[in-house]
């Protein structure tokens, strides 16, 4: 009896490790389901999601693993058909199932959170005005073993309109309907709306931000991978919202002033705009169809057209 009391606890414990070992490589895994890093406040949004994975993959094999072990090693025997043990009134086994996962909720409210606020995220309370006490601050994440990035420097106004996004550089005080960025510089948007609410989102930066009409809203982060990415609006802004996206150009700080220097020698001239060009083909039909929009605002004037 003591012999097989000490197998089922070798039994245990070899499983748990089992567990604990895939649930951590499956985690690991999880960095490569997502975009690369392209800001240095993308760890943050990593990290968490690969403790949200690591946990879930431990929580399922767990169960499974323990469902798989009762049915393997403890079926009934062939033709047996009578009743089990009946146990009921375990106390410590009710509060055990039950503070687990409390402990679990509390756990990774409390880490999102604590990501939440590094990430700067501006919500309601912050918009509206009203009294903050946690003191949130823009986003900034340093990755470990890195040198000291320098503090904010470049500062940029984005204007969301339906369905535009222009970019104003005060530096030369030009426009663009591309997002162009230097590399590992500190990087500060002053977002504004035009009309409605909209969304300021860059997958590979992992930010987002809502703007609000008539909020300024300053957002900070750093980015750290020279590359092309793609900002979208993640807010649902009317008819042609899938078609307000842009490009955003991370490149050296060199090739950034570069560019800035070249489009100040253009003249502003309308961007194109595929909201407008399909109202307007839309508009142009004899045989009008699906509902009344709003028409798109008019192509804006920029430097550099992109």
């Given amino acids: 009896m003591k012999i097989q009391k000490i197998l089922n606890i070798l039994t245990l414990l070899t499983g748990a490790i089992a567990v604990t070992i895939t ?13 690369p890093q392209a800001a240095a406040e993308s760890v943050l949004i990593d990290d968490l999601i690969s403790f949200l994975v690591t946990l879930g993959a431990f929580i399922f094999l767990g169960v499974t693993s323990t469902l798989m072990y009762s049915v393997i090693f403890h079926r009934a025997v062939k033709d047996d058909f009578t009743d089990g043990p009946a146990i009921e009134g375990n106390i410590t086994l009710e509060v055990v199932w039950t503070a687990i996962p409390i402990l679990l909720v509390l756990w990774i409210a409390g880490y999102s959170y604590q990501v939440y606020e590094q990430m700067g995220i501006q919500g309601p309370s912050e918009l509206v005005h009203l009294h903050n006490p946690l003191g949130m601050q823009s986003a900034y994440a340093e990755p ?14 984005v204007l969301a309109k339906q369905w535009a996004w222009v970019f104003h550089y005060p530096e030369r005080d030009v426009t663009s309907t591309e997002l162009h960025l230097p590399s590992d510089r500190r990087i500060r948007l002053a977002l ?34 020279p590359g092309k990415y793609s900002l979208t609006d993640s807010q649902y802004s009317g008819t042609y919202f899938a078609t307000m996206q842009a490009n955003v150009i991370v490149e050296s700080p060199e090739d950034y002033q570069q560019w800035l220097a070249k489009i100040a020698t253009q003249k502003p ?35 550099s057209p992109g």
């Fill in 23 to 35: 649930s951590l490589w499956i985690g690991q895994q999880a960095y490569s389901w997502l975009p």
């Fill in 144 to 157: 470990k073993d890195a040198p000291a990035l320098a503090e904010p420097v470049e500062k940029i106004d």
């Fill in 192 to 225: 504004k709306s035009q009309d409605v609410l909209h969304g300021f989102y860059i997958p590979a930066f992992r930010l987002k931000q809502d703007i609000i009409p008539n909020h300024a809203i300053d957002f900070e982060f750093t980015p750290i991978r």
């Fill in 269 to 303: 001239s309308p961007a194109k705009n595929q909201a407008a060009a399909e109202y307007a083909q839309t508009s142009n039909q004899s045989v009008q169809t699906g509902w009344v929009t709003v028409p798109p605002a008019a192509p804006p004037l920029v430097n």
